[in-house]
């Protein structure tokens, strides 16, 4: 056989060898690197449930602790319960918005009408058992053309539908819409049979009193401030509940004249977007406190700050929640959309038939945004329940990771600012 044709059946077969070991190296490479990558995302997915795992057990132990010192001290005037005692289940909301944006995902370009129902289905069960859910309609309910400053009566109607049932309209932008606009945003209210306080237009009472379960509870309303306010004049400003300890006096007069036995005041104060109770939410809170108030229910800044429970001079509790947020809104701030429903129960003594305080808690809720396009686009759910399906699922269900870890900060700020 020729001396080349040996040679190149020798090259071909160190070739096929190369060949093979080239081969079986890119095998093996290929195999350790998709072995590497399992291994790899097995101890993502470990360590993520792990992580889902510490948290739900924070969070359950969260809502196990953030009323606990409050309790304890609600129960040392709390002694003497008896079988003969009343229960009352008061809740409250925060600041009523509807923005631009809402008002596109609510409206039905076929039938050319709005329909705010869904942004409130997944939270309207947390208030519907409780005797009076407060809260204050920043939106003006009339006529016009629809927008950040006026929304139409079906917004409202949904509202009410969720459960709310008192309103307060005295606030910054009572007057956003001049004197009419706020006389006819408590006319469309009251036909939808919300109780309304917070104006003084045509001699209204600045106070409200409702009966519920042989008690007489009175709402006070007030705002410190109002937008433009140095461009308003005194009668317009005369139309409103501003804030001012004259007022308040005669208020609580008033309220004990009419044996009111439990006072309550929803107020607009504090600075937007802070979390931090400003010295002169402290000053008027003094001041609410020394002359008898026995329930204070903050707004405006539109993120929650602290609580507190003092006592009186009597010794009785006042409950103090300076901030509960927004209950429904679009504003940008991720701290706005974390938000709360406010429970507060009082108690009516068979024995003494004085009304007590007897417990507080809530429900933490957020303003989900599910995107451009998608329908809903917004709605309000409960944070703790969506957070922990998630948990227990390890997968996005009907929210994202994004969405979850969200939840996660907005729970973990709450109980940081509630504890303080």
Not at 8 to 16: A, E, F, L
Not at 305 to 320: A, L, T, Y
Not at 369 to 394: C, H, Q, V, W
Request: proline share 1%.
């Amino acid at each position: 056989m020729p001396r080349n044709r040996r040679n190149t059946r020798r090259i071909k077969s160190i070739k096929d060898v190369l060949n093979m070991k080239t081969f079986l190296t890119i095998v093996f490479i290929l195999l350790t690197i998709i072995i590497v990558c399992i291994g790899i995302n097995e101890y993502k997915r470990y360590a993520d449930k792990k992580l889902l795992a510490d948290q739900k057990t924070e969070l359950e132990k969260q809502s196990e602790e953030i009323f606990s010192a409050m309790s304890s001290n609600i129960s040392q005037t709390n002694q003497n319960i008896s079988e003969s005692d009343s229960i009352i289940k008061m809740s409250a909301v925060g600041d009523i918005l509807c923005s631009n944006q809402m008002l596109e995902d609510a409206y039905n370009e076929s039938t050319k009408t709005y329909d705010f129902t869904q942004m409130f289905s997944n939270v309207s069960g947390f208030i519907n058992d409780a005797d009076i859910v407060m809260g204050t309609m920043e939106t003006g309910i009339l006529e016009g053309e629809y927008n950040d400053k006026i929304a139409p009566i079906e917004f409202a109607r949904a509202v009410k539908n969720s459960g709310v049932n008192l309103v307060t309209i005295s606030h910054n932008h009572s007057l956003d819409n001049g004197v009419n606009g706020l006389k006819e945003t408590r006319e469309n209210l009251e036909e939808l049979d919300f109780d309304v306080v917070g104006d003084k237009i045509e001699n209204a009472n600045a106070v409200c009193i409702k009966e519920v379960k042989n008690t007489k509870i009175a709402f006070l309303t007030y705002t410190c401030f109002m937008d433009n306010q140095s461009a308003k004049s005194e009668e317009e400003l005369n139309c409103v509940n501003m804030y001012s300890e004259e007022q308040v006096k005669s208020d609580i007069e008033y309220a004990k004249e009419n044996e009111a036995e439990y006072i309550c005041v929803m107020i607009h104060w504090g600075d937007a977007i802070s979390s931090t109770v400003s010295d002169e939410q402290r000053n008027i809170a003094d001041f609410l406190v020394e002359n008898g108030v026995n329930l204070i229910i903050g707004a405006h800044p539109s993120v929650v700050q602290p609580m507190e429970v003092r006592q009186n001079s009597d010794g009785d509790n006042v409950f103090i929640a300076y901030s509960i947020g927004t209950y429904i809104s679009t504003l940008s701030a991720e701290e706005a959309r974390t938000e709360l429903v406010l429970n507060i129960e009082l108690r009516k003594s068979g024995k003494d038939g004085k009304v007590y305080l007897n417990k507080v808690d809530y429900t933490p809720i957020y303003m989900l945004d599910n995107g451009e396009g998608a329908k809903p686009r917004f709605e309000l759910i409960d944070m703790k329940k969506t957070a922990t399906g998630y948990m227990a699922s390890g997968s996005a269900q009907s929210i994202s990771r994004e969405t979850y870890d969200k939840l996660v900060e907005g729970l973990n700020r709450l109980n940081d600012t509630l504890s303080l």
